[in-house]
């Protein structure tokens, strides 16, 4: 006899259901990342993106920026982007 509000064949797809959403938990999410380059021939060392994101971007002893977190931490994101907008020789290239 069936326990009281279930009917038969209910008990399968519920077994089913809970293989399917073991399954689906399984399965990883791809990761969201930034990396930001840099292109030293375009670069003129003017440090527009080390004052906006100064924890991203720096200058180096020749005078041309240089990212110094790859990947990009998330706190960051809004000003890397602001960065590689504002500066003056696009030298800068996100990739997310």
């Known amino acids: 006899m069936h326990e ?30 930034m990396r930001a380059f840099v292109d030293p021939e375009k ?3 003017c440090g527009v993106c080390e004052g906006i994101a100064p924890d991203v971007f720096v200058l180096g002893a020749d005078g041309i920026a240089a990212v110094q977190l790859d990947p990009v931490p998330e706190q960051y994101w809004e ?6 907008a504002d500066c003056p020789e696009e030298a800068i290239t996100i990739e997310e």
């Open 4 to 33: 009281p509000g279930y009917a038969k064949g209910h008990l399968v797809a519920a077994d089913n259901f809970y293989d399917k959403m073991m399954k689906l938990s399984s399965i990883k999410i791809m990761e969201v990342i």
């Open 79 to 84: 000003d890397t982007r602001q960065a590689a």
């Open 43 to 45: 670069c003129l060392g």
